[in-house]
């Protein structure tokens, strides 16, 4: 087995696994530990401008990974954007997003270190190895985006990256599409399957409980006694 | 007409002592863990005073409670909806640690320790944070007594409210007692603010609790609660609050702050009240009617009409006889004499305070009056701006009127009580002035004064039908601890592995749980 098949084809299909039963696993055996464990209480200044920088810069980021990677380029071509429209677009929407989220992520960083005597009962180990993961996933997604796109020539990856990351899901993963991409964006698709990984048994779950029936329900919750006391096992995470 | 129970809780602040025993069994029952050391669901103020956390009646900081809007409708006053869903990330109304107090322990060790010597060894205090030495520079309970209170006491926002000028000298001043607890509101505002829809009110009782299995940590709830009675546990990341001691009271028992509060100042009961009426009298526009709207909420249950209403929508027999002989009832809405903690806030607390007639008395005096001739009080009662604007500040949203009406009914029942034992007879002047019978303030007097314990506290328990919903829940409790990954080294909560900086150089709870987790 090649290393290629190794890295863009069996390592994707382990860290896949891996995310979907360790979510599984977490949520129905530890709903009492399912939450963002905030620290704001603890120290927030370091926090104020921060966390809203590198939530809503992430935010940004997922989305442009989720055009650039899941719509094809057909698809945004019968739209009407042509190529070099598409690539404009993502590469000033990407570098904003993306300059914003780590910069937002650098100073959450550096809050941990500055405020580590406040901080340190409630900084653990696995979130030491997600800002590890993220810092390295980010910096090399950035370099992608800079050194490539915008210094280099530009690189059409959604003709390669994007049809291989298709093809992982229809369990054929075409695996010399991504080996023959540049090295940065090989690095960075697999640090990120590392990140995607790891992701269940952190804090990051906190992504699925974004609370949008907020906007819906009513303001006051009642409950008959017994009710709904029970862990939460049958509702879905985004509920 | 939705009839529905709520537990209530009034104080008779009179006979508040202020010895905090409320506070350290409350304590020792529900926070004494890790990543509460700093948290007193129950707490004891000196007022005047800025509290616990700092200045926490300072809305215009905190943003806490509701609000009317420019079309009188009911919001959050931390803002709309999908607002407030953009403030998750960094909450700017949250209260940081620093405006509780840093919780610390002491290095016993070095009592131990320490080398036979000429002085005896003494405790340092550390941090519980950070593990460091720690000068200990404010706390929960600083300006007892009005201690550090030359400092702080001007900064009380009551006194910015009453526009007055604090007098600390021995002679001028006053104080007097604030226990502090969640009132288990009827609108509750934390409960509004949750995003995740973790916090609810108990349908059976009105207890607010928080769903520890759905909460996420998204502590909106601590800076909707005008009160700031809900309050984060920074190791599992999770918001706790006062649970009224519902496994107690689900078995006909007082709260814990209510059994072993040493002067017996508090009251439990049940009353009715209509849910349909709750939003209307929340929204009503002058604040000074909040407290006359949230009385036309409660249902009177020796009323047929409400009794068989009841029955019918399913309230036990038993509940209603309790709703009957509430003290609650009674001191609120019978005799009117309690009123709750910051109408204004319009939350519909349920709990609520009898506000102390001490502080007039001892004008009374000072101003060369008979403090036990009801003539002279009322004088007085007038004549002091303060403590009369300042009490009217906490619990009536600055009316005046009401709070002196009630301070004079008090006074009514001394000197009627007097005039009865001692001289046999009845000033029926004074019971004219306060527009009460002989026979009510009697039957104050003994709610008051005599206070058994089977009058201060009427707790009907909880059905034996729905007992086994109930003990599912006990056992769904248990499970969860057993077997959810919230333990020391798992990926939940408790997996908080120190990292850097020395470790805490004491035994104390977070030693014992860890060998126990392990
Ligand atoms: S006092 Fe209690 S019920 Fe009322 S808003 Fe605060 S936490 Fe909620
Ligand atoms: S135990 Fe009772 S008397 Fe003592 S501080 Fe608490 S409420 Fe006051």
Redesign the pocket.
């Known amino acids: 087995m090649s290393t290629s098949v190794l890295v863009f084809a069996v390592w994707p299909y382990i860290a896949l696994t891996v995310f979907v039963v360790g979510h599984v696993w977490r949520w129905r055996r530890d709903q009492a530990g399912w939450t963002s464990r905030t620290s704001q209480l603890l120290e927030p200044r370091g926090l104020r401008l921060a966390s809203p920088l590198f939530h809503f810069g992430a935010l940004a980021v997922v989305g442009g990974h989720a055009l650039g990677l899941v719509v094809p380029a057909r698809v945004t071509a019968a739209l009407g954007l042509t190529e070099h429209g598409y690539h404009v677009m993502a590469l000033v929407f990407g570098l904003v997003a993306g300059v914003a989220m780590a910069t937002g992520l650098v100073m959450l960083v550096i809050r941990r270190f500055r405020y580590s005597e406040r901080l340190r009962l409630v900084t653990t180990r696995l979130d030491w190895a997600v800002y590890g993961l993220l810092v390295m996933t980010a910096g090399i997604g950035l370099w992608a985006t800079f050194g490539e796109n915008l210094v280099g020539g530009g690189y059409d990856y959604r003709e390669t990256i994007s049809v291989w990351f298709r093809s992982l899901f229809v369990l054929s993963p075409d695996v010399d599409l991504m080996a023959a991409a540049p090295f940065v964006f090989r690095l960075h698709v697999a640090v990120a399957f590392g990140f995607v990984a790891l992701w269940p048994f952190t804090r990051l779950v906190h992504v699925w409980s974004v609370p949008l029936g907020y906007l819906v329900r009513p303001y006051v919750v009642y409950r008959q006694a017994g009710s709904g006391t029970r862990p939460a096992v049958t509702r879905t995470p985004w509920a | 007409m939705r009839i529905k129970a709520q537990v209530g809780m009034v104080?008779n602040l009179d006979?508040?002592?202020?010895?905090?025993?409320?506070?350290v069994t409350c304590k020792q029952t529900w926070t004494n863990r890790d990543g509460v050391e700093y948290v007193w669901f129950?707490n004891?103020e000196t007022k005047p005073g800025i509290g616990y956390p700092l200045r926490w009646e300072d809305q215009a900081r905190w943003k806490g409670g509701w609000e009317l809007d420019r079309s009188g409708r009911l919001r959050l006053r931390s803002g709309r909806r999908a607002g407030r869903l953009t403030k998750i990330f960094a909450n700017p109304d949250l209260p940081s640690l620093d405006d509780y107090y840093e919780p610390v322990t002491y290095d016993y060790d070095a009592l131990l320790s320490a080398p036979l010597g000429r002085n005896g060894p003494s405790a340092q205090p550390v941090s519980v944070l950070t593990g460091q030495p720690t000068p200990i520079t404010w706390g929960p309970n600083w300006e007892d007594d009005l201690s550090g209170s030359p400092v702080t006491a001007p900064q009380d926002p009551n006194l910015e409210a009453a526009q007055h000028q604090l007098r600390l000298e021995l002679e001028h001043t006053f104080m007097f007692?604030l226990?502090r607890l969640c009132s288990h509101c009827l609108n509750p505002a934390c409960v509004s603010s949750c995003p995740s829809g973790a916090m609810y009110k108990r349908e059976q009782d009105g207890i607010v609790l928080v769903d520890q299995d759905r909460c996420r940590g998204w502590r909106m709830c601590v800076s909707g609660c005008p009160y700031k009675k809900v309050y984060v546990n920074h190791r599992t990341g999770k918001a706790e609050k006062c649970t009224f001691c519902f496994p107690r009271i689900e078995v006909g028992q007082p709260t814990v702050?209510s059994q072993?509060?040493?002067?017996?100042?508090?009251y439990l009961g049940i009353v009715l009240y209509d849910a349909d009426r709750v939003d209307a009298a929340c929204a009503v526009e002058d604040p000074q009617d909040l407290l006359a709207a949230q009385r036309e909420v409660f249902l009177d249950p020796s009323d047929p009409a409400v009794a068989a209403e009841a029955e019918a929508q399913g309230v036990p027999r038993d509940w209603l006889d309790a709703a009957r002989r509430s003290p609650i009832w009674s001191l609120a809405v019978k005799h009117q004499v309690a009123l709750p903690l910051h109408p204004e806030y319009r939350t519909l607390p349920m709990v609520w305070y009898i506000p102390p007639l001490s502080p007039v008395l001892d004008a009374t005096g000072s101003l060369g009056g008979d403090d036990a001739d009801a003539d002279d009080v009322f004088a007085a009662v007038h004549q002091l701006r303060i403590p009369l604007d300042y009490l009217a500040q906490l619990f009536t949203a600055g009316d005046r009127a009401r709070v002196a009406g009630v301070l004079m009914k008090l006074t009514a029942v001394r000197s009627h009580m007097r005039g009865l034992t001692a001289g046999g007879k009845v000033d029926t002047d004074l019971l004219d002035r306060v527009g009460a019978s002989g026979a009510e303030l009697e039957e104050l007097y003994r709610l008051l004064g005599i206070a058994k314990m089977a009058d201060r506290y009427v707790v009907p328990k909880a059905h034996e039908e729905d007992a086994a919903r109930l003990d599912s829940w006990a056992s769904t409790w248990a499970g969860a601890e057993g077997c959810a990954l919230d333990v020391p080294g798992g990926p939940g909560t408790g997996g908080a592995t120190v990292v850097s900086g020395p470790s805490i150089p004491v035994r104390g709870a977070a030693g014992a749980r860890r060998n126990g987790g392990e």
């Open positions: 104080m006979k508040c002592i202020g010895c905090h025993t409320c506070s129950n004891v007692y226990p702050c072993t509060c040493v002067g017996r100042l508090r």
